[in-house]
Antibody, heavy 123, light 110 residues
Framework: QVQLVQSGAEVKKPGASVKVSCKVS????????MHWVRQAPGKGLEWMGG????????IYAQKFQGRVTMTEDTSTDTAYMELSSLRSEDTAVYYC????????????????WGQGTMVTVSS | QSALTQPASVSGSPGQSITISCTGT?????????VSWYQQHPGKAPKLMIY???NRPSGVSNRFSGSKSGNTASLTISGLQAEDEADYYC??????????FGGGTKLTVL
């Protein structure tokens, strides 16, 4: 049974960067295509980007291009999402999510989610 | 990429059926059979309820069903139960290899 365990809550000042981790257990990270989704307080889900195995590359949502970097450490089965130049509008819960049992492609949907990491941006 | 369009809220009484619509374009919902639906209770992570338009993951009640016609996908919940009260989000793969979510629908069980 795959599990995604994310790092703890963060408080950052505007202009800073934040790096959220997502540790995989039950699978190896190389078997998965990790994606990141965020949710501002009281708002809906927003896809940030992720690895598309059929394209063979990490795709970022246009809104975050130039500010987000998604990386992986396969030696520890941990995925990372770093967001820079933080502003108050980036205050949100950040989720890692992936596809396991239902399909080999994340295009099908995300059947496994991390517990979420609250990032607060405030001066 | 604009968000998919969902009604802000729907409601129904226990035992009834409700349907939530999700409207996109030919570049997302209408162009691929990669529509998924998620249920989210307050303070919890989303849970996948339907994938690839109409497939249910193991463990999801058969009271949940999905369909698609043209650029609009739908989630139907039959035999409404109190525990179905939650927010529901649709999602689709897009022609630019992105993923787009709907704005979310709050389901109230009366």
């Amino acid at each position: 049974q795959v599990q995604l365990v994310q790092s703890g809550a963060e408080v950052k000042k505007p202009g800073a960067s934040v790096k959220v981790s997502c540790k995989v257990s039950g699978y190896t990270l190389t078997e998965l295509s990790m994606h990141w989704v965020r949710q501002a307080p009281g708002k809906g889900l927003e896809w940030m980007g992720g690895f598309d195995p059929e394209d063979g590359e990490t795709i970022y949502a246009q809104k975050f291009q130039g500010r987000v970097t998604m990386t992986e450490d396969t030696s520890t089965d941990t995925a990372y999402m770093e967001l820079s130049s933080l502003r108050s509008e980036d205050t949100a819960v950040y989720y890692c999510a992936t596809t396991t049992v239902i399909s080999t492609s994340p295009r099908s949907g995300f059947d496994i989610w991390g517990q979420g990491t609250m990032v607060t941006v405030s001066s | 990429q604009s968000a998919l369009t969902q009604p802000a809220s729907v409601s129904g009484s226990p035992g009834q059926s409700i349907t939530i619509s999700c409207t996109g374009t030919s570049s997302d919902v209408g162009g691929y059979n990669y529509v998924s639906w998620y249920q989210q209770h307050p303070g919890k992570a989303p849970k996948l309820m339907i994938y690839e338009v109409s497939n249910r993951p193991s463990g999801v009640s058969n009271r949940f069903s999905g369909s698609k016609s043209g650029n609009t996908a739908s989630l139907t919940i039959s035999g409404l139960q109190a525990e179905d009260e939650a927010d529901y989000y649709c999602s689709s793969y897009t022609s630019s290899s992105h993923v787009v979510f709907g704005g979310g629908t709050k389901l109230t069980v009366l």
